[in-house]
């Protein structure tokens, strides 16, 4: 992963990078195999350079790390979940663009 901002979850990792976390943390719900959720993958590499200090931006490999998806109910992907003070604050499923994705979160 390139971005800066951007973290690399697992279900190992996910309650210190995410339930733990000091800022909101947006996470990204993904598959290699999912064409929407390749699609969504430059909109969320925006959105955590654009963030950067105000959101955590992370990405969940679905297939990798199915104790946390199925922990979610992740059924549909991308799922995106927006996690404040270590709850579920806002969830978005499918392949929306930047602007919408924004405002179903609530983060313009």
């Known amino acids: ?58 990405k969940l490999n679905v297939d990798l790390n199915r104790e946390t998806a199925v922990k979610y109910d992740i059924m549909s992907i991308p799922t995106v979940i927006l996690f404040e003070g270590g709850a579920v604050s806002k969830q978005v499923v499918g392949a929306l663009p930047k602007e919408s994705l924004l405002r179903e979160l609530e983060l313009e």
């Open 1 to 58: 992963m390139s971005v800066d901002n951007m973290v690399e979850l697992t279900d190992a990792n996910f309650e210190s990078a995410v339930l733990q976390s000091d800022l909101p943390v947006l996470v990204d719900f993904w598959a290699e195999w999912c064409a929407p959720c390749r699609m969504v993958t430059p909109v969320i590499e925006e959105l955590a350079v654009e963030m950067a200090g105000r959101v955590k931006v992370a």
